[in-house]
């Protein structure tokens, strides 16, 4: 083993050129291994060899930011297509109806569902009145409506009576037929009815037409 520190004691001769050019006092602020390899490199008249650098990692991809979108605009992300006919002020979330629509009942009259309030009650959202829906044994035999609307996949609900009010704005764009569209707002005075719209004068109704009439019907999701 190398010594640490020198003394006043002679060094013996075999001992005393080698030790004679290294610097014992780095060796108390500095790892030994590294005072002396360095010191001994210097006496042979060479240099320690430059670490090499690794390389730089590459700087991370940006976030594209967020799309936005206004009333009237098509939308197609994560596999969702619609017409967006309401949005949030800053235009990153909002409401989509649906391109494709049918003709299907409220409620299926084989099964006197028609007949039955079921609290399906929201003006405003339609998610809500779809969950009520769905918690009844057979659900997708007694409303076909609603049915349809789910079979277009996750987060897809019939519109509540407010929210096909703000469809009818768009009526154009939709090309939607000048006929009833079902809400999924059931009426509270009848309970054999549910709220609907004309989309040829928007006006709203409940009064007068049972739930197993055939009107046209869109699907409408969040985004």
Known sequence: MLPYLIDNTPLPSGLELVFSSINWRNIKEHPI????????????????????????????KPVPPAKTYKVGDSYDENGKRG?????????????IVSFNETKLQWA????????????????????????????????????PAFAWCADLGEG???????????????RNILNAKSYEYWSSTESKRYEFSAWYVRMYNGYTYTYDYVKFINYYVRAVSAF
């Open 156 to 170: 897809w609900y019939l519109p509540a009576i407010d929210e096909l009010k703000a469809i009818y704005d768009i």
């Open 33 to 60: 291994e590294t005072v002396l390899v360095d010191d001994i490199l210097r006496m042979l008249g060479r240099t320690r060899p430059a670490r090499k650098e690794s390389a730089p990692r590459p700087a991370p």
């Open 83 to 95: 017409v967006v006919f309401e949005v949030s002020a800053d235009g990153k979330h909002g409401k």
């Open 108 to 143: 299926n009259e084989k099964f006197d569902s028609w007949r039955e309030k079921i609290g399906a009650y929201s003006e405003t959202n339609g998610a809500v009145n779809m969950a009520v829906v769905q918690r009844i044994p057979n659900w997708r035999g007694k409303y």
